[in-house]
């Protein structure tokens, strides 16, 4: 039954390894991280992000090292993505690619960011009773402020929409 689970374990592992090293070549391609201009290249031999995927390779890779000796360090490299709500909740723009949810988007995104709030609660307590200094998960929002103040609010323009926003418009109504 273990080799079942670890069967299933990896090969859940390629789908979360290909949209890791997608995210990142996004976020680089629209320099939204740091080193975007090593980030965002493009094998011409594969046509594959191998830097964005060596990355995301390495990070998973140290992610586990991490949990494996200390559980607060490890929640203090997860807890950003629950800050990706902060756009929509301040009501900024977001454009649309070619595809919609229409009509569900909304009740979609209100169970996404109520779930986003429930979870994030606890996200940033401690894994243990009785926390120290060293075991408190606030490293996370000293390093995203830090980062944001030094690069981000800077380089990181949005995401980057390929094509018109009048020829997604047009593909819409069709």
Same mark, same amino acid.
């Given at each position: 039954?273990?080799?079942?689970?670890?069967?299933?374990?990896?090969?859940?592992?390629?789908?979360?390894?290909? *949209?890791? #090293?997608?995210?990142?070549?996004?976020?680089?391609?629209?320099?939204?991280?740091?080193?975007?201009?090593?980030?965002?290249?493009? #094998? /011409?031999?594969?046509?594959?992000?191998?830097?964005?995927?060596?990355?995301?390779?390495?990070?998973?890779?140290?992610?586990?090292?991490?949990? +494996?000796?200390? &559980?607060?360090?490890?929640?203090?490299? +997860? &807890?950003?993505?629950?800050?990706? @709500?902060? $756009?929509?909740?301040?009501?900024?723009p977001i454009p649309y690619g070619p595809?919609?949810?229409?009509?569900?988007?909304?009740?979609?995104?209100?169970?996404?960011?109520?779930?986003?709030?429930?979870? %994030?609660f606890f996200l940033f307590w401690p894994?243990?009773?009785?926390? &120290?200094?060293?075991?408190?998960?606030?490293?996370? @929002?000293?390093? %995203?402020?830090?980062?944001?103040?030094?690069? *981000?609010? $800077?380089?990181?323009?949005? /995401?980057?929409?390929?094509? $018109?926003l009048n020829q997604l418009a047009v $593909?819409?109504?069709?």
């Amino acid at each position: 039954m273990p080799a079942v689970t670890l069967v299933a374990v990896m090969i859940a592992n390629f789908g979360l390894q290909a *949209g890791c #090293s997608r995210t990142a070549w996004a976020f680089a391609r629209d320099k939204g991280l740091p080193a975007s201009r090593f980030l965002e290249n493009v #094998s /011409p031999r594969t046509q594959v992000p191998l830097r964005a995927v060596i990355l995301s390779v390495i990070i998973q890779s140290l992610l586990g090292l991490i949990n +494996i000796s200390s &559980t607060a360090a490890f929640n203090a490299f +997860i &807890t950003p993505g629950v800050l990706g @709500v902060l $756009k929509r909740l301040r009501g900024e723009p977001i454009p649309y690619g070619p595809f919609s949810l229409r009509k569900w988007r909304n009740p979609i995104n209100a169970v996404a960011i109520l779930y986003t709030f429930f979870t %994030s609660f606890f996200l940033f307590w401690p894994a243990m009773m009785g926390p &120290t200094a060293t075991t408190m998960n606030c490293g996370v @929002v000293f390093f %995203s402020v830090f980062w944001w103040f030094v690069e *981000g609010r $800077k380089s990181f323009v949005g /995401p980057n929409i390929e094509g $018109k926003l009048n020829q997604l418009a047009v $593909k819409r109504q069709e």
